[in-house]
T-cell receptor, first 113, second 110 residues
Framework: GENVEQHPSTLSVQEGDSAVIKCTYS??????FPWYKQELGKRPQLIIDIRSNVGEKKDQRIAVTLNKTAKHFSLHITETQPEDSAVYFCAASINQAGTALIFGKGTTLSVSS | SQTIHQWPATLVQPVGSPLSLECTVE??????LYWYRQAAGRGLQLLFY??????ISSEVPQNLSASRPQDRQFILSSKKLLLSDSGFYLCAWGQGDEQYFGPGTRLTVT
């Protein structure tokens, strides 16, 4: 079945720096790749996603890139702010009925001011 | 707009007791519904998903079960809880690719 690897597990940056989180997936049939942000004690929130027919997508300070050949995708956060501190999860669809997602283990991002 | 509800928000149950967690969605029809579990400091594990009433797919064999008695209602149950069932249980709904999570139920098995 699908397997999603995510790294690094923790990431510490200074305010204003960029942060990059990378994920790889195993199932070449996967075609949908969302990213979620989870603040402490709260539900994961969908922040950006990308589909397999697109190589890059941007939304203000965040962007996601996808390399289908290498089966990896990345989240880029520019001009980081303390409120970006959270756990970030990548996921990939296993392409069955209902589009169930398989998640990476998460990256804890800490932005210090 | 769509809203997803879960209850209870927190629950403390002894080992061996039964469990029933409920999830309902408003503002949409025939959603795909999902149950995930998140152990403390860990990732999200898909437990069950449903594409329609009475249709349940299980991802991980365990002492949990799920039911979908109505279009927008998804229930997670157990007959006898184990210590290892402690965690943050998240219901999610989706139509198409995107999934949106409910507020979650924090379960502690003592």
């Amino acid at each position: 079945g699908e397997n999603v690897e995510q790294h690094p597990s923790t990431l510490s940056v200074q305010e204003g720096d960029s942060a990059v989180i990378k994920c790889t997936y195993s199932d070449s049939a996967s075609n949908y790749f969302p990213w979620y942000k989870q603040e402490l004690g709260k539900r994961p929130q969908l922040i950006i996603d990308i589909r397999s027919n697109v190589g890059e997508k941007k939304d203000q300070r965040i962007a996601v890139t996808l390399n289908k050949t290498a089966k990896h995708f990345s989240l880029h956060i520019t001009e980081t702010q303390p409120e970006d501190s959270a756990v970030y999860f990548c996921a990939a669809s296993i392409n069955q009925a209902g589009t169930a997602l398989i998640f990476g283990k998460g990256t804890t991002l800490s932005v210090s001011s | 707009s769509q809203t997803i509800h879960q209850w209870p928000a927190t629950l403390v149950q002894p080992v061996g007791s039964p469990l029933s967690l409920e999830c309902t969605v408003e503002g949409t029809s025939n959603p795909n519904l999902y149950w995930y579990r998140q152990a403390a400091g860990r990732g999200l594990q898909l437990l069950f998903y449903s594409v329609g009433i009475g249709q349940i797919s299980s991802e991980v064999p365990q002492n949990l079960s799920a039911s979908r008695p109505q279009d927008r209602q998804f229930i997670l149950s157990s007959k006898k809880l184990l210590l290892s069932d402690s965690g943050f249980y998240l219901c999610a709904w989706g139509q198409g690719d995107e999934q949106y999570f409910g507020p979650g139920t924090r379960l502690t098995v003592t």
